[in-house]
Structures are given as structure tokens and as C-alpha cells.
T-cell receptor, first 112, second 112 residues
Framework: AQSVSQHNHHVILSEAASLELGCNYS??????LFWYVQYPGQHLQLLLK??????LVKGIKGFEAEFIKSKFSFNLRKPSVQWSDTAEYFC??????????FGAGTRLTVKP | KAGVTQTPRYLIKTRGQQVTLSCSPI?????VSWYQQTPGQGLQFLFE???????NKGNFPGRFSGRQFSNSRSEMNVSTLELGDSALYLC???????????FGAGTRLSVL
């Protein structure tokens, strides 16, 4: 079945540690890829997106993600996390002319 | 520019009742999607509308329905409420189905 998989349910890191959150999808064809973040008590908001072009995309707050087409992956990275990065992170895939599908989310806790 | 507006913000209903939730998209956005968010299941896609037409529907029972009006505003309806329908219902709008989705604050539905 077509799906979006986020490998980690809950990640706990100390401040200044590096972060990588995995996202794999099983859709073929052209896809648009997104990472959204939901800070405690706030709306979902867009972190970064990939539509085409350079597979390494940079988003807000120092986040970046790399699209690897051969691996159907779109992993999120940040070299040094801060306490304020504590949030839930969602990977989403939009197959052209189809609906948006979200992963189950990864909860990130950053310890000060 | 005003964001996505969802009303009401909170609802308390009892089993067997029905409920209607409303979503006003960002001006100029013609695509509206609805999601159910629960702690255990993450974000589940309900349906997507574009120019008053339902383009896609998620795997939810027929008790869940929706519509979109000519001004792009959308409503979703849940009939014969069950305890398991308690969730945060999120609406997202975009210019078209492949574009970035902007989320509203959600309607928190509690079914007693």
C-alpha cells in the first residue's frame, strides 16, 4: 500500500546534538515533499519543501532535508538542535494531482 | 493576509449527535483538505476539495462528509457521533492541490 513512513516515533536529544529524522514513501512518479512542524500548543507550519531542482533543500531555523529519489527518502537534518526545537515533526508527500499524505509524526524532545 | 480560520474551536457533543465544522481558507486558495489528528494515529487524511469538487477521500466511514462552496469555504459533517470521533480536526488550504498547505488552528471535538 502507498504510505509515508517515519522511522522514529520519539527522539530525545541533548542541546547541540545533531538531528536526522527519517522519512520514506512508497509512491512512484513525481512527488512533492514537505516537512511540517508542530510546536507545543501551536498550529502546524511548514518547515521546508521540495518540488524540483536541487535535492538538498534548506528550510527555516537551520533545518535542511535531502531528497534521494532512488531510496524514496526525504530525511530531515539539523546540525545542532536547540531546546526550542522540541516539537512534533511530520513528513508529507503529495503525489501530483493526488492528495497529501502525512507520516505518523516524530516527537522530538531536546533536553537543555 | 488572514490565515485559515476554523470554527468553532471547541465542541462537546454526545454519542449519536451530529456536528458541522467550518473552514475559511486563505483568500485566493481554492483547495481545502481536512485531517483528523489523534495522539495515537497522527494525521489522517479525510478529504480534499478543489473548486467545489471532492477530489479525494480518505479511509473514513460514510458518516464523515464534506462540501465546498463557491467562495472556497468548506464544511465537514460527522453524523451519528461515536466516542472514537473525539479528535482535533484540521483544515488546510492551498492555491492548488500540489502546493504548500497552510493549516488552521483546528476544531477540537470531544464526544461524551
Amino acid at each position: 500500500a502507498q504510505s509515508v513512513s517515519q522511522h522514529n516515533h520519539h527522539v530525545i536529544l541533548s542541546e547541540a546534538a545533531s538531528l536526522e529524522l527519517g522519512c520514506n514513501y512508497s509512491y512512484g512518479g513525481t512527488v512533492n515533499l514537505f516537512w511540517y512542524v508542530q510546536y507545543p500548543g501551536q498550529h502546524l507550519q511548514l518547515l521546508l519543501k521540495y518540488f524540483s531542482g536541487d535535492p538538498l533543500v534548506k528550510g527555516i531555523k537551520g533545518f535542511e532535508a535531502e531528497f534521494i529519489k532512488s531510496k524514496f527518502s526525504f530525511n530531515l537534518r539539523k546540525p545542532s538542535v536547540q531546546w526550542s526545537d522540541t516539537a512534533e515533526y511530520f513528513c508529507a508527500v503529495n503525489v501530483y494531482n493526488n492528495d497529501m499524505r502525512f507520516g505518523a509524526g516524530t516527537r522530538l524532545t531536546v533536553k537543555p | 493576509k488572514a490565515g485559515v480560520t476554523q470554527t468553532p474551536r471547541y465542541l462537546i457533543k454526545t454519542r449519536g449527535q451530529q456536528v458541522t465544522l467550518s473552514c475559511s481558507p486563505i483568500s485566493g486558495h481554492r483547495s481545502v483538505s481536512w485531517y483528523q489528528q489523534t495522539p495515537g494515529q497522527g494525521l489522517q487524511f479525510l478529504f480534499e476539495y478543489f473548486s467545489e469538487t471532492q477530489r479525494n477521500k480518505g479511509n473514513f466511514p460514510g458518516r464523515f462528509s464534506g462540501r465546498q462552496f463557491s467562495n472556497s469555504r468548506s464544511e465537514m459533517n460527522v453524523s451519528t457521533l461515536e466516542l472514537g470521533d473525539s479528535a482535533l480536526y484540521l483544515c488546510a488550504s492551498s492555491r492548488d492541490p500540489s502546493d504548500i498547505q497552510y493549516f488552521g488552528a483546528g476544531t477540537r471535538l470531544s464526544v461524551l
